[in-house]
């Protein structure tokens, strides 16, 4: 018998206070992030393990959506202990309604909008943000992509340059993933005036000589959760990191191209616009990353177990 596809289950969400399946889950039309894309978001692994879920560093990616919420002006509905119940009691009523097994890895997506208000560019006073918080099964790459990398193309990037904020204006991007898609690739690589900026969902790092080099910390892209955590398990593989900008010779002769991202965990790029990257297949220092990133989450669920077990309050999603 195969498996039902999780399209069939419907995910249960929180909206503004309630906690809903997805199809009565509401917002008005003139809420702001219908009309204006007036957001943020953020996207976060929970993996699962015998303990329960753990939210990978997640305290990172709390930190970037107090940034993200900053950066546009809109009060944090929430402290970090409040998003973690919160997310807690939407992966509770996701388990109890059977919408995400024992053990399947999950994602949660978070979002908050300026609020509704009547039509007008400006900030409207004295508005709620809206929040919505979803949690649906994590689908990770799989190991023949893995094994043998992924096909990208490359576009000139022409988003806004505030790109690092994680903002719901995500238009730019989805011409990009579009792109990709069109020409049966997996991701599109994007040069800003021939330098490299990112993907249209992921970090992309380089490989020339057993370095890896990534674009800089910048308006110009996101910084993801991963470009953290890459720093440090490039640090620990005894790998070495540059950190400047790459033109967009470097990148198409680089004896590796890896993209990373919270759905993607880190990824090897085989080939880019039709032409092979290196040796065609799956580098060391790709190797070396995966392996640490998966030693990462073991230690972060490890940690989870013993506080959980600390706490005897059952599931928890720590980090
Ligand atoms: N995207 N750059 C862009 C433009 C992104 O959209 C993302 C992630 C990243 C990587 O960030 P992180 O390592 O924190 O996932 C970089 C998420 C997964 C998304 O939009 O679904």
């Excluded at 990112?198 to 892209?221: C, D, F, M, Q, T």
Aim: charged fraction near 20%; proline fraction near 5%; aromatic fraction near 6%.
């Amino acid at each position: 018998m195969t498996a039902l596809p999780d399209v069939s289950l419907e995910p249960i969400v929180y909206l503004n206070g309630e906690v809903v399946p997805l199809s009565e889950a509401r917002v008005p039309v003139l809420d702001r992030g219908f009309i204006f894309g007036d957001g943020i978001y953020e996207v976060a692994p929970l993996y699962a393990h015998a303990g329960g879920r753990t939210a990978f560093r997640f305290e990172q990616h709390l930190a970037r959506l107090s940034r993200s919420l900053e950066k546009i002006g809109i009060a944090n509905p929430f402290n970090n202990a409040g998003w973690r119940a919160l997310i807690e009691r939407v992966v509770a009523a996701n388990e109890a309604e059977a919408d995400l097994a024992a053990g399947q890895d999950a994602i949660a997506y978070i979002q908050v909008t300026r609020g509704v208000a009547k039509r007008g560019h400006a900030f409207p006073a004295g508005i709620q943000p809206t929040v919505f918080v979803m949690v649906t099964p994590l689908h990770l790459p799989n190991a023949a992509q893995r094994a043998e990398g992924v096909r990208c193309v490359s576009a000139e990037d022409r988003r806004w340059l505030n790109c690092d904020i994680k903002s719901v204006s995500l238009l730019g991007n989805v011409l990009m993933a579009q792109y990709a898609a069109e020409n049966g690739a997996f991701e599109t690589i994007q040069f800003r005036e021939g330098v490299l900026t990112e993907g249209s969902s992921s970090n992309v790092w380089v490989v020339k000589g057993g370095v890896l080099i990534a674009p800089p910390r910048s308006h110009k892209i996101l910084e993801g959760i991963r470009y953290g955590l890459i720093e440090e398990l490039s640090a620990e593989c005894g790998i070495r990191l540059e950190v400047r900008e790459i033109a967009e010779a470097e990148v198409r002769a680089a004896d590796e191209i890896i993209i990373s991202s919270a759905t993607k965990e880190v990824l090897p790029v085989t080939q880019l616009d039709g032409q092979p990257v290196g040796a065609g297949k799956p580098g060391a220092v790709f190797a070396a990353l995966y392996a640490a990133y998966q030693r990462a989450k073991a230690t972060e669920a490890q940690g989870a177990q013993q506080q959980g077990a600390k706490n005897e309050s059952g599931e928890r999603i720590t980090d």
